[in-house]
């Protein structure tokens, strides 16, 4: 199985369902298709992930807080891809984040390790794969499209004309 974060929110998600065949239910797809995605056989939809969040996220909420571990750890930076594509901070693009939770929930807030601006780290999924999906989108275009895509958008109304 493929170790991203599509196939772990997915492990999880599987756990919180009890099968594969309550989870495929859940996100109305064949158990096969489920399958492939779990193990990274196939590109995984990103409504389809959008949604595996949110489960995700309505989970932890009904777990409500969990206690604090005994030992307080000093927060560790860490960084989260998909592929070669890292995350980033809005507002100063930096890649590191900071949680006060370990590991990080999908309800935990994330700090930005440069300008300590926050953000939940589901939010933080969300965005980043949605980001890879466009850029994956662009990636898989014949080539004339992708030269096509990378003009101006001035330069495609000329070229159009």
């Not at 859940?26 to 389809?48: D, F, K, N, S, Y």
């Not at 990378?150 to 109304?157: D, G, I, N, S, T």
Request: net charge positive; charged share 20%.
């Amino acid at each position: 199985m493929a170790d991203t974060i599509f196939t772990r929110a997915l492990a999880e998600a599987v756990a919180i369902h009890d099968s594969t065949q309550a989870l495929a239910y859940a996100l109305r797809v064949p158990e096969g298709t489920l399958l492939r995605w779990i193990a990274g056989r196939a590109q995984m939809p990103i409504a389809a992930f959008h949604h595996v969040i949110r489960m995700l996220v309505e989970h932890e909420r009904r777990l409500g807080p969990q206690p604090e571990p005994a030992v307080h750890l000093h927060p560790v930076a860490m960084r989260i891809s998909i592929g070669d594509l890292l995350a980033e901070c809005l507002q100063c693009q930096g890649e590191d984040f900071v949680s006060a939770d370990a590991p990080a929930r999908m309800t935990s807030v994330l700090s930005c390790a440069s300008c300590r601006s926050t953000i939940v780290h589901a939010d933080l999924l969300a965005a980043l794969a949605t980001q890879s999906a466009k850029r994956g989108h662009t990636a898989r275009a014949p080539a004339r499209l992708r030269a096509v895509a990378a003009l101006p958008v001035f330069a495609r109304a000329r070229k159009n004309a």
